[in-house]
């Protein structure tokens, strides 16, 4: 017969199994919940026209649907969300229809869905295709066929004009800031009159040259795009007017052209992939709430690896002296509760700290020193992402330091004896024998410390996080790499779209998406992280870490 203990013991273990089965059933559920709503996100719905019984009619998508009671006590009745589109027609993307409502209802072939670079998508037919004057094709049919190569064309176009722009004119646009600084950089140096005028002449004339060079380079970026806007598309809406309109869209402005009706599954699967790639790839476009989010995603990931190489030595040096060089007592033990404590400040404070030290104190005094010629314009002494970086490693650092003590403290005793007993100084048995070993440990306290920074955000606001980023922090511009520019990060994506945006209502799966990816993005680095925890800890087994 088992004994009161045994049958204690037993009953512990089933509750922290269930337990953990029921966090991981949580855990699973959300990932479901966030992939649900994420990824359906990219997938083509029909386009229905619905007849209502006053006359009207509506074309969009069927987004939701529910059932209201109208009233207390009343049977409950069906109505629908959809998503209209047309939101420079009618004014809102969304309109609730009730069942009782509805007259008739098709899914008319023909129907288009144009994805735009303003103002949303957009549903109707196609009426007339015109390039400048000339008219190329008219009705529905005859449009679309028309339309394929016409848009074709005009991508290419805009994409001579995004590469002009970004390209030569960025490029001269960069030469003439530098120059501009150059010359404003004389009178701070210490040059006689003399030399500082023939540098100023040299500078001047060098600037005139650029000038003009963009002033070409300017002329040439108005005639593509006097090019680029001849192209129109005339499409008719059915917007809930009895009588239908029509609006002038330009071709250049259309990001794609489907007939949602008339694809079959393995067409949307294609969509669903385009699609599904361009938000991984692309930047995103009105107001965040349509297009991809690739320059969050590398701003998250630059942060998090700046972060990781700042706090990895500020951790382990300070775990470091605090087990292996301090003497144990009453300051050693202090020193620690304020670690521990440190570990509890909310992350908002640390976002005030990184602002007044690195910020204000530290970006200023090297704008001084290095960068006078461009104050009252900051450099440094503004939010960046060397400043956001900084702060999360301070703000986790707490983290690395008592993983890392774990760490070294699982080190075995015989290990440290038997490096001092072949000859090895303190310095080598630590650099070449217990930091090794104890690395796995230290590995661990990255991974918390790079699983906590990718997801704060509180004190990014304040340090340099934006919510529309124009240049990345790295590209192909001397000193390519630069770390005082702003940076966009996918957990304040999250909170722009799904709190700041206008049109809540259409960007609510986007969140769900951005949320995924987040999670995603996270998990790979640290699957990397652990990767390379194993490979140490297989590496030194003799230890007990």
């Not at 007339?128 to 449009?143: C, F, Q, V, W, Y």
């Not at 993983?403 to 001092?420: C, M, T």
């Not at 699983?451 to 304040?462: H, N």
Request: proline fraction near 5%; include cysteine.
């Amino acid at each position: 017969m088992r004994s009161r203990s045994e049958l204690f013991g037993q009953a512990m273990t089933w509750l922290c199994g269930g337990a953990l089965a029921f966090n991981l059933l949580l855990v699973i559920g959300i990932m479901g919940l966030l992939a649900w709503h994420g990824l359906g996100y990219f997938w083509q719905k029909e386009l229905v026209q619905l007849t209502l019984k006053d006359g009207t009619s509506l074309l969009g998508e069927v987004w939701e649907v529910e059932q209201v009671a109208e009233a207390p006590g009343e049977p409950a009745i069906d109505r629908f969300r959809i998503k209209t589109a047309n939101r420079d027609v009618g004014g809102l993307d969304f309109a609730w229809i009730k069942e009782i409502d509805v007259a008739s209802r098709a899914r008319p072939a023909g129907a288009v869905l144009l994805e735009r670079l303003e103002w949303g998508n957009f549903h109707g037919f196609m009426e007339e295709l015109r390039d400048g004057d000339k008219i190329l094709a008219r009705g529905p049919e005859a449009s679309w066929k028309a339309f394929q190569e016409l848009h074709e064309k005009k991508a290419g176009q805009r994409e001579q004009v995004e590469e002009l722009e970004k390209g030569e004119i960025g490029d001269v646009n960069y030469a003439i800031e530098k120059l501009r600084l150059d010359r404003r950089a004389l009178d701070f140096a210490d040059l006689t009159p003399a030399e500082k005028q023939r540098r100023a002449a040299a500078l001047d004339r060098e600037l005139a040259e650029r000038e003009a060079e963009y002033e070409q380079l300017a002329d040439r970026l108005f005639k593509l795009r006097e090019e680029l806007d001849k192209g129109t598309l005339v499409m008719r809406s059915v917007d809930g007017q009895t009588k239908d309109q029509t609006k002038e869209i330009p071709v250049a402005m259309v990001v794609r052209a489907i007939r949602p009706n008339d694809m079959n599954a393995l067409e949307k699967t294609g969509l669903y992939l385009s699609r599904g790639w361009e938000f991984i790839t692309a930047d995103p476009r009105e107001s965040n709430t349509e297009g991809g989010i690739f320059p969050a995603i590398f701003g998250t990931v630059m942060m998090v690896f700046i972060m990781s190489f700042a706090v990895a030595p500020l951790g382990v040096l300070a775990a470091l002296y605090l087990r292996e060089y301090a003497r144990q007592g009453l300051l050693v033990r202090m020193v620690r509760i304020a670690v521990n404590n440190l570990a509890g400040v909310p992350s908002i404070v640390f976002g005030m700290f990184g602002l007044g030290f690195f910020v204000y104190l530290v970006g200023g005094s090297l704008d001084r020193v290095f960068h006078p010629e461009s104050l009252p314009t900051p450099t440094f002494g503004t939010g960046g992402i060397l400043w956001a970086s900084l702060t999360l490693a301070l703000l986790t650092v707490p983290v690395v330091i008592v993983a890392a003590e774990e760490g070294l403290a699982a080190v075995p005793r015989i290990v440290r004896e038997g490096s001092l007993a072949l000859g090895a100084t303190k310095f080598e048995t630590i650099w070449r024998v217990v930091i090794p070993a104890a690395a796995p440990g230290i590995l661990t306290g990255m991974i918390l410390a790079m699983a906590r920074a990718a997801g704060e955000v509180a004190p990014l606001m304040i340090v340099g996080m934006v919510k529309l980023a124009p240049s990345l922090p790295i590209d192909g511009r001397p000193p390519f790499v630069h770390l005082e520019r702003k940076f966009m990060h996918l957990g304040f994506h999250i909170f722009d779209v799904g709190f700041q945006s206008p049109n809540v209502e259409a960007t609510t799966p986007l969140v769900f998406a951005t949320a995924l990816l987040l999670i995603v993005v996270v998990t790979v680095m640290n699957i990397v992280a652990i990767m390379l925890r194993n490979h140490l800890r297989r590496k030194y087994a003799g230890s007990s870490v």
